[in-house]
Nanobody, 125 residues
Framework: QVQLVESGGGLVQAGGSLRLSCVTS????????MGWFRQAPGKEREFVAT????????DYADSVKGRFTISRDNAKNTVYLQMNSLKADDTAVYRC??????????????????WGQGTQVTVSA
């Protein structure tokens, strides 16, 4: 049984930082591309960041580039999202996702076949 479990969300003031973690089990983590997506109330789900299976290639949404960093530890089956200089617009439920195609393809979500339940991030202005 595949599981993706996010943690690290919470309430933070604008300008603050949070580090999200996504621990996976039941899959060969080192073979999966991993992604972070978010969805704010009343809005569609949007791409945040992705990292290839090797960790050599990353990509970010323009809105978070320079502020967020995605990383992975294949020995711990975990992907991280370090979020700095948080803004009120970053408020959303953040979900990690796993794509069995370990290479980078695009910023879409259709190739991800496993998803976590999400962790709430709230940034107060």
């Amino acid at each position: 049984q595949v599981q993706l479990v996010e943690s690290g969300g919470g309430l933070v003031q604008a300008g603050g930082s949070l580090r999200l973690s996504c621990v996976t089990s039941g899959l060969t983590f080192s073979g999966y591309r991993m992604g972070w997506f978010r969805q704010a109330p009343g809005k569609e789900r949007e791409f945040v960041a992705t990292i290839t299976s090797s960790g050599r290639t990353t990509d970010y949404a323009d809105s978070v580039k320079g502020r967020f960093t995605i990383s992975r530890d294949n020995a711990k089956n975990t992907v991280y999202l370090q979020m700095n200089s948080l803004k009120a617009d970053d408020t959303a439920v953040y979900r990690c996702a796993a794509d069995p195609n370990g290479y980078y393809s695009d910023r879409g979500s259709t190739s991800y076949n496993y998803w976590g339940q999400g962790t709430q991030v709230t940034v107060s202005a």
